[in-house]
């Protein structure tokens, strides 16, 4: 039985992690969860699971948690916050961290997670983005595995297997191209409700409007760099709408390895969980006679600026993808409050970046210092006059 804690059990990582961990016998024990706010859901997952730890985002809903335990006569610990965070990634008992909490607010919790030997399934792309190299370091001089939950990064990691990093020519990062892949629609009309639909994955808002943006896929290519080593110039997306190859990886020989399933997170959520192990498979089988047309195109860097903008990050490296990242986020928020367009988020992006003073350092401290600059920038400018008047 491997012992996990899931830090964001309320999210859509969370959910569907949980459903597979309960059609499963006698192979995992849930010891940890964690929510921001959603309470309720979580009460319900502590009745089916019975974890001995828990997390919740305030003071309040830990006071309130605690005493339903108490009535419930559930002897449960019960924390709050980041530190509470932590306190769940580290308990004695568990073995495996799933990080599904969405933002940097994971990079804390997530060193001290890799400095107590625990392995992480990683499905926070924000803490890899902004401070990957050094929890990489990190996790390799503690001899922790890091196993990565994100479909595409999942594909790369079973297309490279035992292969050596050196007979890698290239990754091919796949991406559906979102709901404006193809649209003329004009970027300054479109809607939140526009950018949340998404035409194959079912995920939460913030990783939706991402995907939208394309943002997810620059995210993910500096993702990719950090988790497999790889520079970013050896990193490709191709547009792939159909969403069945998650990735592919091509070695000097001229060979390319992919990796094809139904696009259903439950199969990295669960090869994450068992490697190196497999289990039974509990998503709808693949049948290509049945799908028939598989199609990939180049990008439209022009259009989508958010991909642009990553690339350039990436190969400006330290801290501007923190700096990224974190205006990004505050965006995001934005643009789902109906404060500002969708075509304002690279805006908002670029201007933060541009203003942004590069630091080449190695303390972890710094980029979470840069990602907080960069959001306190993003606000300033996202409420400066200037800035409203014109968009
Ligand atoms: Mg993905």
């Known amino acids: 039985m491997k012992n996990i804690a899931i830090l964001g059990s309320s999210g859509s990582i969370g959910i569907q992690t949980l459903d597979f961990i309960s059609k499963t016998k006698n192979m995992f024990n849930v010891c940890g969860l964690s929510v921001n706010s959603n309470i309720e859901l979580l009460k319900k997952q502590i009745i ?12 309040e809903d830990a006071k309130v948690l605690k005493l339903w335990c108490k009535n419930k006569r559930l002897t449960i610990k019960v924390f709050y916050g980041i530190d509470g965070l932590t306190k769940v990634a580290t308990f004695n008992k568990v073995d495996t961290v799933l990080f599904a909490i969405v933002g940097a607010i994971g990079i804390h919790p997530l060193l001290d997670a890799i400095d107590n030997g625990k392995n992480i399934a990683i499905a926070n792309k ?5 401070a990957g190299h050094i929890l990489m370091k990190r996790a390799k001089e503690k001899n922790v595995k890091i ?10 990691f079973q297309c ?3 292969e050596k990093k050196d007979s890698i020519k290239r990754i091919i990062l ?11 629609k004009n970027f300054s009309k ?7 639909a998404h035409p194959t994955w079912k995920m939460g808002k913030k990783i939706t409007i991402d995907s939208a943006t394309l943002m997810n896929k620059g995210l993910e290519a500096i993702e990719a760099s950090v988790l497999f080593d790889i520079p970013i110039e050896k990193i490709d997306i191709a547009i792939h709408p159909q969403s069945i190859v998650h990735s592919m990886v091509e070695f000097n020989d001229g060979c390319v390895m992919a990796q094809l399933s139904n696009p259903d997170m439950t199969l990295p959520i669960q090869y994450a969980l068992s490697y190196p192990q497999r289990t039974n498979c509990y998503i709808k089988p693949l049948d290509l006679t049945e799908v028939s047309k598989l199609e990939f195109f180049k990008p439209n860097f022009k259009k989508f600026k958010c991909l642009e903008i990553a690339y350039n990050c990436a190969k400006i490296g330290w801290t501007m993808p923190a700096v990224m990242n974190g205006a990004n986020e505050i965006a995001v928020k934005y643009f789902l409050n109906k404060q500002i367009s969708f075509d304002s988020i690279p805006n908002v992006i670029t201007k933060v970046i541009t203003k942004h003073k590069l630091l080449k350092t190695n303390d972890i401290q710094k980029y979470i ?23």
């Open 160 to 162: 490279i297997g035992q």
């Open 190 to 196: 479109i809607t939140v409700e526009d950018a949340l």
């Open 126 to 130: 924000e803490a890899l983005v902004t």
């Open 174 to 184: 796949t991406a559906s191209g979102g709901p404006f892949y193809k649209s003329n």
């Open 48 to 59: 089916k699971f019975k974890p001995a730890i828990v997390s919740v985002g305030t003071q």
């Open 369 to 391: 210092d840069s990602d907080n600059w960069a959001r306190l920038e993003a606000e300033k400018i996202i409420n400066s006059l200037d800035f409203k008047k014109n968009t």
């Open 147 to 156: 196993l990565p939950v994100d479909s595409e990064h999942s594909a790369i």
